[in-house]
């Protein structure tokens, strides 16, 4: 079955410092790609998507770029805030299943 | 809209009673889904619904976990008898129709404690 497989936390970095979150997946197929977050004591929301190879998805200042030739999603952004910090969730799926990973916990210090 | 609503928050029960988990999922959408949240094993989907149809519940952990979804705007998810390591954080989430890859809305979540 497909699996998501996301870089392990925690995650501490200062404000304005450069964040990276790996994701590989394994699939059959060629699943969308996604990246959820998840604040604290909230549900998961949709942070970015991908839907095709070489797509970038993006918002908040977070990218994301399907890779099909080392099948992973990878997250980055250039400068994170304290308000950044939350649980990043990995997810790849299609029809109409998605998987996720783990989790990635990052904390953003002044 | 609201969005998506679960109930209770949090809910503590004690090993043997039953539990009743409440979702209702946006207006319109199509596709209903229950996943559990734990620290070992992360999100992992239980069972979705489409038009108030169960699809997949192979995600179900045992016979002691059932989910109904008797009209378009309520789905429930039920332990009997539940037990200590059903302790996590129950999520629902809905999907409005359209293609496969259209975007989760989660609610809340339960955060379930069996003592």
């Known amino acids: 079955g497909d699996s998501v497989t996301q870089m392990e936390g925690p995650v501490t970095l200062s404000e304005e410092a450069f964040l990276t979150i790996n994701c590989t997946y394994t699939a059959t197929g060629y699943p969308s790609l996604f990246w959820y977050v998840q604040y604290p004591g909230e549900g998961l929301q949709l942070l970015l998507k991908a839907t095709k190879a070489d797509d970038k998805g993006s918002n908040k200042g977070f990218e994301a770029t399907y890779r099909k030739e080392t099948t992973s999603f990878h997250l980055e952004k250039g400068s994170v805030q304290v308000s950044d910090s939350a649980v990043y969730f990995c997810a790849g799926g299609s029809n109409y299943k998605l998987t996720f990973g783990k989790g990635t916990l990052l904390t953003v210090n002044p | 809209d609201a969005g998506v609503i679960q109930s209770p928050r949090h809910e503590v029960t004690e090993m043997g009673q039953e539990v009743t988990l409440r979702c209702k999922p946006i207006?319109?959408?199509?596709?209903l889904f229950w996943y559990r949240q734990t620290m070992m094993r992360g999100l992992e989907l239980l069972i979705y619904?489409?038009?108030?149809?169960?699809?997949?519940d192979s995600g179900m952990p045992e016979d002691r976990f059932s989910a109904k979804m008797p009209n378009a705007s309520f789905s429930t998810l039920k332990i009997q008898p539940s037990e200590p390591r059903d302790s996590a954080v129950y999520f629902c989430a809905s999907r409005e129709r359209g293609t496969a890859n259209e975007k989760l809305f989660f609610g809340s979540g339960t955060q379930l404690s069996v003592l």
């Open positions: 619904f489409n038009n108030n149809v169960p699809i997949d």
């Open positions: 207006s319109g959408h199509d596709y």
